[in-house]
């Protein structure tokens, strides 16, 4: 069974970075389109960020020019350097398939962008 574990939010002032990592167990990735969600309080959960086996990457436009996603194949990790926070870009943070179908969640990580 696959496993996610995202680890690396926290608390940060407007304007601040922050680098989100995802690890997967339980399969090897590397053919798969992976993606990073988020979900605030009240909303529902959004693609902020994806990318391709081949690395091809798509942005939210929320997002576009302050977030990068990436990812290690060899460590079977998918990360995403979020830049210039701000208070909006507060949430819960997941990462997952972003094809037609999805691994189970893991607990995601929580991103607090402070004013």
């Known amino acids: 069974q696959v496993q996610l574990v995202e680890s690396g939010g926290g608390l940060v002032e407007t304007g601040g970075s922050l680098r989100l990592s995802c690890t997967a167990s339980g399969i090897i990735f590397s053919f798969n389109t992976l993606g990073w969600y988020r979900q605030a309080p009240g909303k529902q959960r959004e693609l902020v960020a994806r990318?391709?086996?081949?690395?091809?990457?798509t942005y939210a436009d929320a997002v576009k020019g302050r977030f990068t996603i990436s990812r290690d194949n060899a460590k079977n990790t998918v990360y995403l350097q979020m830049n210039s926070l701000k208070p909006e870009d507060s949430a819960v943070y997941y990462c997952?398939?972003?094809?037609?179908?999805?691994?189970?969640w893991g607990q995601g990580t929580q991103v607090t962008v402070s004013s």
């Open positions: 997952n398939r972003a094809d037609d179908r999805r691994w189970i």
């Open positions: 990318i391709t086996s081949g690395g091809m990457t």
